[in-house]
């Protein structure tokens, strides 16, 4: 029987509750570190892209309290980047008590691997796709057109491709835990290969700028961690024929 058999809604209500807080109290000191070092780590944020800008070019802001607020977002950015370990051994361990006995050994690994896939889809963003995409945007600078971008635009533009790096990359170990608790199987994630093909370029076509390189760039991975995926399943996907014993370590 699942634990979760046995606890009232208002229990997990309050699980709920605790986990959250935990989750925003990380983020916060991380923020407050991260606030100390705002202007190196924008500098940090920004060097795809005056990596690929002329000499002489920078940033601009149009607004009085623009680079205030912008740092203020990278400080948070920051934060939220060194807490996803404990967000998502929180959300995890949210899940944990719905498990079975054997299911939940699990939970270590699978927060190791959420953390490490996340942050490195964020890295991929911004070592390999930052590069290529920024100097696409550039491209289209002439002699009377000259490209201005703001530390807003630049903040919102970087943040947005590198949580989306980040999640997506999670998708071997989300399909992997699927498998498995039985909800997929390998011969379910071979047989729609060709749908999950058309849903990373339609999701990526959304995530990404309107250009086909960061397109691109978001679903050749992705594609890569589908097969990933299909290996994990076979592995530790659930048999078919799986003995009872799970059932009598939870009873």
């Known amino acids: 029987m699942h634990e979760d058999e046995k606890l009232p809604f208002t229990s997990h209500l309050e699980e709920l509750r605790k986990r959250l807080i935990t989750a925003f109290i990380a983020v916060g000191v991380g923020f407050v570190i991260a606030f100390g070092f705002k202007e190196r780590l924008f500098n940090i944020l920004v060097q795809p892209l005056t990596k690929v800008m002329e000499e002489g070019e920078t940033l601009i802001y149009t607004g009085l309290p623009e680079a205030f607020f912008t740092y203020l977002k990278v400080a948070f950015l920051t934060g939220l980047m060194v807490a996803s ?44 796709v930052f590069p290529w995409g920024f100097k696409f945007f550039l491209g289209f600078a002439t002699d009377t057109i000259r490209p201005l971008p703001s530390m807003k635009e630049y903040f919102g533009f ?8 980040g999640l997506v990359f999670e998708l071997p170990l989300v399909l992997t835990f699927m498998a498995k608790l039985g909800i997929v199987s390998v011969e379910f994630l071979k047989k729609n290969r060709k749908y999950a093909l058309l849903l990373f370029f339609a999701g990526a076509a959304i995530l990404t700028p309107p250009d086909v390189i960061t397109q691109v ?4 991975p992705l594609m890569v961690l589908y097969e990933i995926s299909i290996i994990g399943a076979k592995i530790f996907g659930k048999k078919k024929a799986e003995p009872k014993e799970a059932e009598q370590e939870a009873g």
């Open 158 to 165: 970087s943040a947005k491709l590198l949580l989306a790096f």
């Open 217 to 220: 760039m978001m679903a050749l």
């Open 85 to 128: 370990p404990i967000i998502l051994y929180q959300f995890w361990m949210f899940v944990a008590p719905g498990l079975y006995k054997n299911e939940r050994r699990m939970m270590v690994p699978i927060v190791i691997l959420s953390s490490f896939f996340f942050i490195g889809g964020a890295l991929f963003g911004y070592f390999v």
